[in-house]
């Protein structure tokens, strides 16, 4: 079923399967990429104005939640404020009974909720978040992306990027955006822009209750309250609609992001393997729903 058209951009360069032919003329940032990616949307629909009277929706996720609302949005586990998001993950790792009562009351009391910027002479609390480090690792995709077959559907130049990285922290960048909440306020406070926040509820790089708690701090007023969302009577989810239209969402018992789905959807490789633990149907729907104007 299609129900939208979607360009699939990775950015900075060195991201992705992306390579530049010419050396690049300034190092990558998050500013520089905000203009680099907003050049790139002119310059295309110069190219292409039967696009030009769609509505255009710029969409991301995990670190993209950082550069994507300078332009406008829909994003998926958003990193938005770093400490923030990073001083969440513990009170949502307990929540998870992923740590004992016993390590997170510790690390309250030991930290006193600061669990980021660590005074280095609390070796205390340095000890115990060393303990709570054993929890965490990330979701990798890396064994999908590089599959042969996963780059000829995806028309990768062979040669040009020897293998494909997730989170690749050796690229040069300039972490230049320290928190995007000003610019969802800019961006939300008219309530010209629609916008799309959601949560899969398993992630603890950027946890749901970091990101529920930047949503409250723009104090909007709520329209429609916390409820669950359903596909095939079943639920999947759970959702709250804010004035200035703006929609959080959770997908419950998913890390999958958004854009990695649609990706999945578009190259026909929803078939269990490394897509498994997916909720392909539910993130689709709620996309379509949204897209459409529908409540989910």
Request: charged share 20%; with cysteine; hydrophobic share 35%.
């Amino acid at each position: 079923m299609e129900v939208a058209s979607i360009i699939l951009l990775d950015q900075p360069v060195g991201t992705g399967f992306s390579y530049s032919t010419t050396p690049l003329a300034d190092k990558p940032s998050d500013t520089g990429e905000v203009k680099q990616t907003y050049k790139f949307l002119q310059k295309w629909l110069v190219d292409h104005p039967e696009y030009v009277s769609n509505p255009l929706y710029v969409g991301g996720d995990s670190y993209s939640g950082i550069v994507v609302p300078t332009i406008g949005y829909v994003l998926g586990n958003p990193q938005t404020d770093f400490d923030s998001d990073c001083n969440h993950r513990i009170p949502y790792a307990h929540g998870m009974g992923l740590i004992s009562d016993e390590l997170f009351e510790s690390l309250k009391i030991s930290c006193e909720g600061n669990y980021v910027k660590v005074d280095p002479s609390n070796t205390q609390c340095l000890k115990l978040v060393e303990e709570y480090d054993k929890t965490y690792q990330y979701l990798l995709a890396t064994n999908w992306a590089n599959d042969k077959d996963v780059g000829r559907a995806l028309h990768v130049v062979k040669g040009n990027i020897e293998k494909w990285v997730r989170c690749d922290l050796d690229l040069a960048y300039e972490k230049d955006i320290k928190n995007s909440v000003p610019y969802h306020r800019n961006n939300s406070i008219k309530g010209l822009y629609r916008s799309l926040i959601y949560s899969g509820d398993h992630d603890m790089f950027a946890p749901f209750l970091g990101t529920q708690a930047w949503i409250r701090s723009l104090n909007y007023s709520i329209i429609d309250q916390w409820r669950p969302w359903f596909v095939n009577n079943q639920v999947v989810g759970y959702t709250r609609t804010y004035a200035n239209n703006m929609t959080f969402a959770t997908i419950k018992a998913s890390s999958l992001l958004l854009w990695d789905l649609i990706r999945c959807f578009l190259y026909n490789l929803i078939e269990g393997g490394h897509t498994a633990e997916y909720k392909p149907e539910e993130s689709f729907m709620m996309f379509q729903r949204w897209i459409s104007g529908q409540p989910l």
